[in-house]
């Protein structure tokens, strides 16, 4: 049996990158899990790809369509998911979103852009997720998804790294309102990772002037790695699925860096 066989998962940003890659591995590992995304028709295509990984695996997959900063579209995300499953017991918070802007020039829209989906979308899937577990009896994780940003701000993205500081304050106030329910709540931090997120990052500091060529962001980011790479989807999915596991139900409060050793705290 698989390490997280007969779970019922939930991955909010989980029609490209890091977020597919969890809902996959844990697929491998006979969970059932939910592709979500707020484009529905590419997570629903992530889902349709992966159905015979999951009938392989023991497990179901579903997908759903859901802007994490609105509240009724969560709760009724999760409620669908429990009535697919059964229940829910592992919840990823991992949608996210960047827009680069130098320091001086970040306006009230952009801050408020991104800490609506890091931040707000965030707590609001934690509380959701919660309340669900809760109803079930008790027990379950909660995994979110912070970054090397959340331990030092970086110029170009002031309100992104706010927003995952904010991500791990949210994970330690989570983890201990809810230990009283035998809810874990837990984190990890990517550094630089080869998804289609950092392409876009990578187009948005060239068009701000604060890199001149394709590829020089990610070259500047990671020239500190001490693993000498960037990682991949498939180097973060090793942590993910043991936090979703039994093997973590002693671990809470905790975010976990997976950076190749870009930031050592």
Known sequence: MGRVSGRACLVTGAAQGIGRAIGEALLDEGADVCFADINGEKA????????????????????AVVDVSKRDQVRDMIARVADAFGRVDVKFNNAGVNRPMNFLDVTEENWRFIMDVNGLGVLIGMQE???QMIAQGG???IVNTASIASRQGFDNVAPYCASKWAVVSLTQSGARDLARHDITVTGFAPGVVATEMWEEVDRDLM????????????????SEILKGRVATPADITGTTTFLASR?????TGQIVMIDGGMTLV
Do not use: C, L, T, W
């Open 129 to 131: 997720a919660a309340r």
């Open 44 to 63: 629903a295509h992530v889902a349709g790809e992966n159905a015979e990984r999951a009938a392989a695996g023991g497990g179901k997959v579903m997908a």
């Open 247 to 251: 093997d973590s139900d002693y671990m």
């Open 207 to 222: 068009a701000i002037g604060a890199s001149e060529r394709p590829g020089q962001a990610m070259e500047e980011f990671s």
């Open 139 to 141: 027990g379950g994780k």
